[in-house]
């Protein structure tokens, strides 16, 4: 049966080292059940953290399923790291959106995201974008993940006279978060799978052990799926929603398309002419889990770059997202252990995924200020605005009059402008 279903043998794999693939994925990306509802649910944003707990390990399940028995691909999907901070942050904070609204505009990104997955326009809009501002946009989530972390942990605090200052770094807190960081720089570098997950657990233990945070519930119950079907469209309407959509839809289609292309290339996918085979039902996947995942209560869903710690463990075929799977399902039951781990466990886990993020700022072409001022400007407006749709918008509103004032008009394609166009538009009529 799974010979028919994942052609083993026809990718020169074997039972054994899909489930290996699998486990050494799901490791590398376990963070995830813990981290997404401690942002989610941070104070103020009306969300249970068990509800989003439930909401993060169904959008998993069913992404990574969909993913592997019908994409037959060796990638994980999850709530990805960026879009969380961005619902939470940006949308809810930010903007005052009620949650229910947020998870709104995720599932019509998500309706916009299968769409376009399904049409020939999938090719064009990847085609139109710069890539010195995919890179910028990269980078730009990669530094608003470090200061929501750096929050989180007490390390960077408000002050009325420069904005943001050091916090009490000889703090517990602040202390056992560097330890986390360092625990996870170390063990990664070292290979081992899993370090970000080892991090937060070694340092919840000693906060637990210590008595600087509190265990509490019991291993074993389920909470309940508090936030399914809560939507709220009441702003489908008003530019602000479509803005919102437009930043979800943006930032998850070209995260998807960058690590569906980069896993690709690892699994021997892409032919000679440079096409990938079987990326349409791939990138479909990756939509309707974004589209589930909202059903169920969790911010965009995406294909995981951690995928590539399965494939270098050997994982060519879908039975690597299938294990993943699995392994997801099992962790419904450990949902009291990962509501006792505190902020600042989770805190390092956003900073060093942050790290990973701002490896994009080297690919920028740094020779030409028409490319590397608007991308640069995107990525600071990211964190300094608390908002990925603003870095979006002003960087390419940027993108496009700079190239247009420098004599540089042939190298804007219909997709800069029309993105410029109405970004400008967003904020006349804000």
Not at 86 to 99: E, N, Q
């Amino acid at each position: 049966m799974l010979e028919n279903i994942f052609k083993l043998n026809e990718n020169g794999t074997s039972v054994r080292t899909e489930i290996l693939a699998g486990l050494a994925t799901f490791l590398t990306m376990a963070y995830i059940i813990v981290v997404n509802p401690a942002i989610l649910s941070t104070d103020g944003t009306g969300m249970d953290f068990g509800g989003v707990f439930v909401a993060t390990i169904i959008a998993a399940v069913v992404g990574c399923l969909v993913m592997g028995l019908w994409a037959n691909w060796p990638i994980a999907l999850a709530p990805g790291m960026g879009l969380n901070a961005f619902f939470a942050f940006g949308v809810v904070f930010g903007m005052g959106y009620t949650y229910q609204q947020a998870l709104a505009a995720v599932f019509v990104a998500g309706i916009a995201f299968l769409i376009l997955s399904i049409t020939p326009a999938r090719q064009w809009i990847i085609n139109s974008i710069p890539v010195s501002m995919k890179f910028g946009v990269g980078a730009g989530i990669g530094l608003f993940l470090a200061i929501i972390g750096l929050k989180n942990a007490g390390i960077v605090v408000d002050s009325p006279a420069t904005l943001v200052t050091l916090g009490d770094v000889a703090s517990m807190p602040v202390m056992l978060a560097a330890v986390g960081f360092g625990i996870m720089a170390v063990l990664d570098k070292r290979g081992i799978p899993g370090s970000i997950i080892i991090g937060i657990l070694a340092v919840s233990l000693i906060a637990w052990i210590t008595g600087v945070s509190a265990i509490d519930g019991v291993v074993g119950s389920v909470p309940p799926a508090v936030h399914a079907f809560s939507m709220d469209f009441s702003l489908l309407a008003t530019a602000g929603f479509i803005g919102v959509a437009f930043a979800f839809l943006f930032v998850d289609f070209f995260d998807t398309a960058g690590t569906l292309t980069s896993v690709a290339n690892l699994t021997g996918k892409v032919d000679k002419e440079g096409n990938v085979d079987g990326i349409g039902k791939a990138v479909l996947a990756d939509s309707a889990a974004t589209t589930v995942g909202a059903l169920v209560g969790t911010s965009n869903t995406t294909s995981y770059i951690e995928s590539g710690a399965g494939i270098k463990e050997g994982g060519k075929t879908g039975l690597t997202a299938v294990t993943v799977a699995v392994l997801f399902a099992i962790c419904l039951f450990l949902a009291p252990l990962a509501q006792s781990i505190p902020a600042f466990a989770t805190a390092p886990a956003l900073v060093f995924v942050a790290t990973f993020f701002l490896r994009n700022l080297r690919d920028i072409e740094w020779d030409d200020v028409t490319e590397y001022a608007p991308a640069v400007l995107a990525a600071i407006l990211m964190p300094l605005t608390f908002s990925i749709a603003h870095g979006i918008a002003l960087g390419f509103i940027a993108y496009v009059i700079i190239k247009a004032l420098s004599g540089r008009q042939s190298d804007l394609n219909a997709g800069s402008i029309v993105i410029g166009l109405l970004s400008f538009l967003y904020y006349i009529f804000l």
